[in-house]
């Protein structure tokens, strides 16, 4: 596509519930990047993918938190028993030329309530 | 690691006047540098980057920075500033070299211009 699409744009979830984030990269883009933005804040990094594979996840912040990109394309960012404290905006981006060359999707507003 | 300080986090400027935004950022190794733009429930979006050479970049939307190594800083300026400038603008920085993938930014400078 024309742009990094990320969807749902908005989700509020209940307390220890499940969650799945779903980001597609523009087309080709081999790279693709998970960042969590809490209110106030900068964008957090997550973890990178190259291809299929998770070529760093240091910032996933506990085991709740995982990802995939099965296909090489699009990704999927899974947050299990949800707390309060996971309420923010995930953004993702995609590259071909590494840190050069973000775009960033507008993001999925977290609520955990 | 790599940080990044913004110092301001809210600016306020009028219509047609100038604007510095400060960022100073520290590493043990060589960085690039660049300058993203949020506008409301929008994603981030990049303004400038610095990767070598002329140590002045010029960006889009009439924005510009320089780096300078010595003072470990990439302060963004525009000479006048529109209504719709009004965003949130974030400093970051990375590693200078192939396979350094991660961005880490700065806490964010809202700027609001003031008709």
């Known amino acids: 596509g024309a742009g990094v699409s990320q969807t749902p744009s908005n989700k509020v979830t209940e307390k220890g519930k499940y969650v799945e984030l779903r980001c597609d990269p523009i087309?080709?883009?081999?790279?693709l990047y998970w960042y969590r933005q809490s209110l106030g804040q900068g964008p957090e990094f997550l973890i990178y993918?190259?291809?299929?594979?998770?070529?760093?996840d240091s910032g996933l912040p506990n085991d709740r938190f995982f990802a995939v990109r099965p296909e090489g394309s699009v990704s999927t960012l899974k947050i299990q028993r949800t707390e309060r404290g996971d309420s923010a905006v995930y953004l993702c981006?995609?590259?071909?030329?590494?840190?050069?060359?973000?775009?960033f999707g507008s993001g999925t507003r977290l609520t955990v309530v | 690691a790599q940080s990044v300080t913004q110092l301001d986090s809210q600016v306020p400027v009028f219509e047609e006047a100038p604007v510095e935004l400060r960022c100073n950022y520290s590493?043990?190794?060589?960085?690039?540098l660049f300058w993203y733009v949020q506008y409301p429930n929008q994603g981030l979006q990049l303004l400038l980057k610095?990767?070598?050479?002329?140590?002045l970049v010029k960006g889009i939307n009439g924005f510009e920075a320089e780096f300078n190594k010595s003072q470990t800083s990439f302060h963004l300026r525009k000479p006048s500033v529109h209504i719709s400038d009004t965003a949130e603008y974030f400093c970051?920085?990375?590693?200078?070299?192939?396979?350094?993938?991660?961005?880490?930014f700065g806490t964010g400078t809202r700027l609001t211009i003031i008709p």
């Open positions: 981006a995609s590259s071909l030329r590494g840190a050069q060359g973000y775009t």
């Open positions: 087309s080709g883009h081999t790279a």
């Open positions: 993918f190259q291809g299929t594979g998770a070529a760093d």
């Open positions: 590493s043990s190794v060589s960085v690039y």
């Open positions: 610095y990767l070598s050479g002329s140590t």
């Open positions: 970051a920085v990375s590693k200078a070299n192939f396979g350094n993938e991660k961005l880490t």
